[in-house]
């Protein structure tokens, strides 16, 4: 475990150095993973095990299209791609990788199969957490430990093609086999994490409810949404709104955020956008301070999960998703960056690029 430096405070983190591959496959040479669900994680972190040379099996619902992308993907029926229950059983490590409403609906069935020894492995905090609202309390003879990537299941899977790693966190929750800690970390690697990160079921949860209402997807829409909406306002045409809201923070100036963090971005632009830049931050900071204090709390108090267990039980709940995302991308805003993609050199079919 190397100790770094954050910021001024140490963490845990474990590297693939000090926990290489081999040792990953070591560990799990006399398991079998079960990866139950084949949604956004599951695709991700079974075929990052199996290009891994771990013995991962698929649970999936049959005649369902994600069975059928499960066998396109190479897992194959009766021998590494069963019925749920039937991987259940099998499994001596339980990927829990359901939508976290459907694990409270299927928890009856795998507590079932949580038999002394074998471990309960979850990609996030919630369902342990809230479990006064899941219900998910497993027999205290199991491993229970997450591993948490940081980042959608596709990017996982793309960035372990490229021989990169995303990065993860991960937690123990319950030790029950003494061997809880070189289980979680073998997982860690075998699905394609570059480093991980030490955390707690609470902190993991509260922190990804928090960041993805937040900064990473609800306040940047809305942020978005209000700049586009003045310079609109203002007579400003669509495709200069976009550029100056979307376009150019995507493609020019985030990735030097990412490269070399803020300071570095704003001092690669010119010095009157750096001046004005220093002067607004703290505005926008001070206005957003209330409403992630507000969003903490709300995550904090349980009313966030209940909100996503309520809505994703429905039986329409994906067509009502759908209907959501419809009204963003018929947005003027997405519409018109459908329209400023299509200019991108990538996105120009050959004829009008010699044209
Ligand atoms: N989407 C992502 O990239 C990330 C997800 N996570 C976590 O990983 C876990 C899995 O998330 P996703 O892959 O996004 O899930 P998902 O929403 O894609 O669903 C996963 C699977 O659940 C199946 N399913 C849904 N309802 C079912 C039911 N009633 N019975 C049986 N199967 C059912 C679906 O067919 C699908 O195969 C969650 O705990 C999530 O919070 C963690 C990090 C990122
Ligand atoms: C991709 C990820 O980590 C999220 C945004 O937290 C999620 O999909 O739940
Ligand atoms: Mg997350
Ligand atoms: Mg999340």
């Given at each position: 475990m190397a100790k770094l430096n954050f910021g001024g405070v140490e963490e845990n983190v474990v590297t693939r150095e000090e926990f290489p591959l081999a040792k990953a496959q070591q560990v799990l040479k006399n398991e079998t993973v079960a990866v139950i669900g084949y949604g956004v994680q599951g695709p991700g972190q079974a075929l990052n095990q199996k290009d891994n040379g771990i013995n991962v099996i698929v649970g999936q619902r049959k005649n369902s299209k994600t069975w059928d992308k499960a066998v396109k993907d190479g897992f194959v029926p009766g021998e590494t791609l069963f019925e749920i229950e039937e991987a259940l059983q099998r499994g001596?490590?339980?990927?829990?990788?359901?939508s976290d409403a459907a694990q409270i609906q299927l928890w009856p069935t795998v507590k079932k199969h949580l038999t002394a020894g074998k471990a309960l492995y979850f990609s996030h905090g919630f369902g342990i957490t809230f479990n006064e609202q899941t219900g998910i309390v497993p027999p205290k003879d199991v491993d229970v430990f997450l591993v948490a990537p940081k980042g959608s299941g596709t990017s996982l899977r793309r960035m372990f093609l490229q021989g990169r790693g995303l990065n993860s966190s991960y937690a123990i929750f319950q030790d029950a086999t003494g061997k809880a800690k070189e289980r979680v970390i073998a997982l860690g690697i075998a699905v394609g994490s570059g480093y991980l990160f030490e955390t707690d079921f609470k902190k993991e949860v509260y922190s990804d409810l928090t960041g993805e209402r937040g900064t990473l997807m609800g306040c940047i829409q809305g942020i978005f949404a209000a700049q586009y909406q003045v310079l609109r306002s203002k007579g400003h045409t669509p495709s200069e709104a976009f550029n100056e809201t979307v376009e150019e923070l995507t493609q020019s100036l985030m990735p030097l955020v990412a490269e070399n963090g803020m300071d570095w971005m704003y001092a690669n632009c010119s010095t009157t956008a750096q001046r004005g830049a220093l002067d607004w931050w703290k505005k926008f900071r001070d206005a957003t301070l209330p409403v992630f204090t507000e969003l903490y709390e709300s995550v904090a108090t349980g009313k966030e999960s209940q909100r996503s267990i309520d809505s994703n039980s429905q039986a329409d709940y994906r067509e009502k998703l759908e209907a959501e995302l419809k009204e963003l991308r018929d947005s003027e805003m997405w519409q018109a960056g459908k329209t400023v993609r299509s200019l991108r050199p990538e996105n120009q079919k050959p004829a009008e690029v010699t044209a």
């Amino acid at each position: 475990m190397a100790k770094l430096n954050f910021g001024g405070v140490e963490e845990n983190v474990v590297t693939r150095e000090e926990f290489p591959l081999a040792k990953a496959q070591q560990v799990l040479k006399n398991e079998t993973v079960a990866v139950i669900g084949y949604g956004v994680q599951g695709p991700g972190q079974a075929l990052n095990q199996k290009d891994n040379g771990i013995n991962v099996i698929v649970g999936q619902r049959k005649n369902s299209k994600t069975w059928d992308k499960a066998v396109k993907d190479g897992f194959v029926p009766g021998e590494t791609l069963f019925e749920i229950e039937e991987a259940l059983q099998r499994g001596t490590i339980i990927c829990y990788l359901l939508s976290d409403a459907a694990q409270i609906q299927l928890w009856p069935t795998v507590k079932k199969h949580l038999t002394a020894g074998k471990a309960l492995y979850f990609s996030h905090g919630f369902g342990i957490t809230f479990n006064e609202q899941t219900g998910i309390v497993p027999p205290k003879d199991v491993d229970v430990f997450l591993v948490a990537p940081k980042g959608s299941g596709t990017s996982l899977r793309r960035m372990f093609l490229q021989g990169r790693g995303l990065n993860s966190s991960y937690a123990i929750f319950q030790d029950a086999t003494g061997k809880a800690k070189e289980r979680v970390i073998a997982l860690g690697i075998a699905v394609g994490s570059g480093y991980l990160f030490e955390t707690d079921f609470k902190k993991e949860v509260y922190s990804d409810l928090t960041g993805e209402r937040g900064t990473l997807m609800g306040c940047i829409q809305g942020i978005f949404a209000a700049q586009y909406q003045v310079l609109r306002s203002k007579g400003h045409t669509p495709s200069e709104a976009f550029n100056e809201t979307v376009e150019e923070l995507t493609q020019s100036l985030m990735p030097l955020v990412a490269e070399n963090g803020m300071d570095w971005m704003y001092a690669n632009c010119s010095t009157t956008a750096q001046r004005g830049a220093l002067d607004w931050w703290k505005k926008f900071r001070d206005a957003t301070l209330p409403v992630f204090t507000e969003l903490y709390e709300s995550v904090a108090t349980g009313k966030e999960s209940q909100r996503s267990i309520d809505s994703n039980s429905q039986a329409d709940y994906r067509e009502k998703l759908e209907a959501e995302l419809k009204e963003l991308r018929d947005s003027e805003m997405w519409q018109a960056g459908k329209t400023v993609r299509s200019l991108r050199p990538e996105n120009q079919k050959p004829a009008e690029v010699t044209a």
